[in-house]
């Protein structure tokens, strides 16, 4: 299996601050389809995951644009340019490259 | 909008059959890969298997030998069975649809864009 290991796993962030998560993977996720197999998910609290990025760098409908995602092969970054209340949860990166599809151990973020 | 809704029983015992059930609303069901995804508790994101309209299905080798996934086109739904549950399997069940098409990885990829609620299925005697 992919093994997904995403960090830090706890990341306090003042209001209006930018914040950056990363994930790796044990093998590339670079097909040679030129597509990047990586997606980001947001799991706000007592809620199901959203997803807000697929194939690493495509934002998906209704993300704002202070979402970014970016990286290829085996190391990828989820930046939020100023972090707001709503973003608070748990963000997780997923492989999709092969089956099983596998999960980092999701990043918390939470307001200082 | 498409609408994921997901029933089943909150409460096995061990060594039975977990049995839940996803039925779609809204928007095509024969074009997408459908999905089970579980949560234990304070624990994070593991995917369970898929099924398209025509019954094709990939599962996680580490449940393979007890999860069925199944498809009711009819109905526009699909389940999970998973078989000799024990404690290890309590989590939040979640379904989920996923883009896609052909092999994976597939092509036209745009993730899981649409999950259920959840289902909380406790496992104990």
């Known amino acids: 299996d992919i093994v997904m290991t995403q960090s830090p796993l706890s990341l306090p962030v003042t209001p209006g601050e930018p914040a950056s998560i990363s994930c790796r993977s044990s093998?590339?996720?670079?097909?040679?389809?030129?597509?990047?197999?990586l997606d980001w998910y947001l799991q706000k609290p007592g809620q199901s995951p959203q997803v807000l990025f697929f194939?690493?760098?495509v934002r998906a409908s209704g993300v704002p644009d202070r979402f970014s995602g970016s990286g290829s092969g085996t190391d990828f970054t989820l930046k939020i340019t100023r972090v707001e209340a709503e973003d608070v949860g748990v963000y997780y990166c997923?492989?999709?490259?092969?089956?099983?599809?596998?999960f980092g151990q999701g990043t918390k973020l939470e307001i200082k | 909008q498409v609408q994921l809704r997901q029933w089943g029983a909150g409460l096995s015992k061990p060594s039975e059959t977990l049995s839940l059930t996803c039925a779609v609303y809204?928007?095509?069901?024969?074009?997408?890969?459908w999905t089970w995804i579980r949560q234990p508790p304070g624990k994070g994101l593991e995917w369970i298997g898929e099924?398209?309209?025509?019954?094709?299905?990939k599962y996680n080798p580490s449940l393979k030998s007890r999860v069925t996934i199944s498809v009711d086109t009819s109905k526009n739904q699909f389940s999970l069975k998973l078989s000799s549950v024990t404690a290890a399997d309590a989590a939040v069940y979640y379904c989920?649809?996923?883009?896609?098409?052909?092999?994976?990885?597939?092509?036209?990829?745009?993730?899981?864009?649409?999950w259920g609620q959840g289902t909380t299925v406790t496992v104990s005697s």
């Open positions: 194939l690493g760098s």
């Open positions: 099924i398209n309209h025509s019954g094709s299905t």
């Open positions: 093998r590339s996720l670079l097909h040679s389809n030129g597509y990047n197999y």
């Open positions: 809204g928007g095509s069901f024969s074009v997408y890969y």
């Open positions: 997923m492989q999709a490259l092969q089956t099983p599809f596998t």
């Open positions: 989920a649809r996923a883009h896609g098409s052909g092999e994976i990885p597939r092509v036209n990829y745009y993730g899981m864009d649409v």
